[in-house]
């Protein structure tokens, strides 16, 4: 429909002014660490193996992990608990959806982007989102992370090492052997 690539437009200008917006602001980083995790996916198929493994490595309960998975349509007869979808969005970045709010208004210490391709609904919830540190491939949009790791976008046990190695190296994780 032409009135989708017109949102998407707006969606864009409103992500491009809240960028400029936020590397105006400077980097502001915690050195506390990391309690809570916001981890968005772009799909269902691997949650259970990621959050298995990201538990393990971080030495963190499953119940400090919080996940979102990004659905680029809303299938009526297969609706997701925790997903978000375009329509959660309407012009110029204005939330509609109460998860989505629900997740916007929540602190994170850390949240990790396994998406394996940029997508401006997925951005809008990373630029707006209150996390600390944010973590992320390295062909994403590098300017939303203070991590960009990059490896294999179908690795994630490489990714999650990685996580751990880097967050060790900057006192957000206890080095427990």
Not at 128 to 152: P, R, S, T, W
Request: proline share 1%; glycine share 2%.
């Amino acid at each position: 429909m032409i009135f989708t690539g017109f949102k998407r437009k707006t969606n864009q200008i409103f992500f491009n002014k809240k960028l400029i917006e936020l590397q105006n602001q400077g980097d502001v980083s915690c050195n506390k660490n990391i309690e809570s995790v916001l981890v968005v996916l772009d799909n269902l198929e691997n949650q259970d193996k990621i959050i298995k493994d990201l538990s393990k490595k971080l030495n963190r309960a499953k119940n400090c992990f919080e996940v979102v998975i990004f659905q680029p349509k809303k299938d009526k007869n297969n609706l997701i608990e925790n997903a978000f979808y375009p329509t959660c969005l309407g012009w110029y970045g204005k939330i509609k959806s109460i998860f989505f709010k629900d997740i916007l208004t929540k602190k994170y210490d850390l949240l990790i982007n396994y998406n394996k391709v940029d997508n401006i609904y997925v951005n809008l919830l990373l630029l707006q989102c209150k996390a600390d540190f944010k973590v992320g491939f390295a062909n994403l949009n590098k300017a939303l992370y203070q991590l960009v790791i990059d490896c294999e976008t179908d690795d994630y046990e490489l990714f999650n090492e990685e996580i751990k190695k880097y967050l060790t190296i900057l006192n957000k994780l206890e080095c427990k052997n």
